[in-house]
């Protein structure tokens, strides 16, 4: 049965999202705890509270986790979905075969040893086994990677992942870093539609998936990372359609010559240079982010905010040498610092006194911080501004220590308010000082914030370049449409 791999992959990904039946094949009874097996997704699934049928698969074993075990994938009695592959790479070829057999729709490889090791034999098997899974009409994630990631689906490869969905969607080629940002994402409120580790994508690439989730109505932003491109004008022609109607961020591996010799090595992957990559990215609207800091901070702020119209930030909450610390900060971010207009200035000096305080940009006015009608007021005034696209609000939780626990609920009540009066972008930086009471202090308002759907920033320098990154999407935007 031979099948063209160009298929409609849109149509059939939704079974690899939403699969009903799921064979584990190497799920052992006896899993070690320190490592990864077919015993740990299938703890994934019942964590998740997967409703379709799972189907052990092992050549031994009479059951797994109470679930009846096979001794091969096509003795499984109903039909296969998805099948998990966690053998060795040496027996890979046969599970294929049975899954061919089968008329298995979809193989996740978790098995690792094949074209990233580099070595001739390995990537001839590689080879071989996709070979094998195309003309079968078998479509293959992988291998070398952890799969699939949806909520809603009921699928995850592990056990401890947020069962609440969300808007979010990552395309990841690495699997240790796809976990990772699961879980960075989880204090700051980014929640997860889908994830995907595809590793050495010897069949499904990643514009394959960035063409589902463009379609995704459960997808309102995309972030991803991505070491190499097997397919670049495919990626680079899906990137230009998609942007135009969800964003995609991506952290680029391997732009540097140390980096580019370590993708080799994990999934078998060309890396480009930086140069062509920035030129990618400004044709394409992408926005490019250099660490996993940048990238939580960018898809928050597009999780929870409406892009700025433009680079003017007022910036509030600094104090003396601060303010002018975050000024160059801002503007090494990109971004711009305007004066206020006079309109602006003359109502703030109505009510912000003169003595070591300013209403100009950025605004060192401690007073209105802690009065929320005078707070509300400035608010108004920064909304009219047309000098303004943005704010950007430093709050210290730590305050709170130096005054009664109430003066938090009420910084937070009145930020959450003056956020909805705004009617620009908030971008805000939440501390907790250097200490466990401040610390507290701050995830209890970080929850309110995440809670009201605003985003906040551990620092200045991430809230910036996330503004930053959000205006360049915006200007993007404005060019195309």
Request: net charge neutral.
């Amino acid at each position: 049965m031979a099948v063209d791999a160009n298929m409609d992959t849109n149509n059939s990904l939704n079974t690899l999202f939403y699969p009903k039946t799921i064979a584990v094949v190497g799920a052992s009874p006896d899993g070690d705890p320190f490592r990864w097996g077919g015993k740990t997704f299938i703890e994934g699934l019942v964590k998740q509270n997967y409703r379709g049928k799972v189907y052990p698969v092992h050549p031994k074993a009479d059951t797994v986790l109470g679930l009846k075990a096979y001794r091969s994938v096509d003795e499984v009695p109903d039909e296969v979905d998805l099948a998990i592959f966690s053998v060795p790479a040496s027996a890979v070829m046969g599970v294929m075969a049975d899954c061919v057999k089968k008329r298995v729709k979809f193989v996740h490889i978790f098995t690792a040893g094949f074209s990233e090791t580099g070595l001739e034999d390995r990537a001839k098997l590689e080879s071989d086994m996709a070979t094998l899974a195309r003309e079968g009409g078998v479509r293959v994630v992988g291998p070398n990677c952890m799969g699939v990631y949806c909520p809603d689906g009921g699928v995850a490869w592990v056990k401890d992942f947020p069962s609440e969905s969300g808007p979010v969607a990552f395309v990841s080629q690495s699997g240790q870093l796809a976990g990772h940002f699961i879980e960075v994402g989880k204090p700051r409120g980014i929640t997860f539609s889908k994830v995907i580790s595809y590793g050495n994508a010897s069949d499904l690439q990643c514009h394959d998936f960035l063409k589902y989730l463009a379609d995704d109505e459960k997808t309102k932003v995309i972030g991803s990372y991505i070491e190499g491109l097997k397919d670049g004008r495919a990626f680079f022609e899906m990137a230009k359609k998609l942007t135009v109607r969800k964003p995609l961020v991506v952290w680029k591996g391997g732009q540097t010559e140390g980096g580019s010799r370590a993708v080799s090595s994990h999934t078998a992957s060309i890396a480009g240079s930086r140069h062509l990559w920035r030129a990618l990215c400004r044709q394409t609207g992408i926005i490019s982010v250099d660490s996993i800091e940048e990238l939580a901070a960018t898809i928050v702020a597009l999780q929870d905010l409406t892009p700025p119209k433009g680079p003017n930030v007022a910036i509030v909450g600094g104090a003396g040498g601060g303010s002018v610390t975050m000024t160059d900060a801002a503007e090494r971010a990109g971004l711009k610092v305007p004066h206020l207009s006079e309109a602006t200035i003359r109502g703030l000096e109505e009510f912000v006194p003169v003595h070591g305080q300013s209403v100009k940009n950025p605004l060192d006015i401690f007073s209105v911080l802690v009065n929320p009608d005078h707070f509300s007021r400035m608010i108004a005034f920064l909304r009219d501004d047309p000098l303004v696209d943005a704010l950007i609000y430093m709050q210290r939780a730590e305050w709170a220590l130096r005054r009664e626990r109430v003066f938090l609920e009420v910084a937070v009540r009145m930020t959450i308010e003056g956020a909805r009066e705004l009617k620009k972008p908030l971008f805000l930086i939440l501390t907790g000082g250097q200490t466990l009471e401040g610390d507290i202090l701050r995830r209890e308002a970080q929850q309110r914030y995440a809670h009201a759907g605003i985003p906040t920033f551990p620092t200045f320098d991430e809230a910036a370049q996330a503004a930053y990154n959000l205006s360049e999407y915006q200007r993007y935007l404005t060019l195309r449409l």
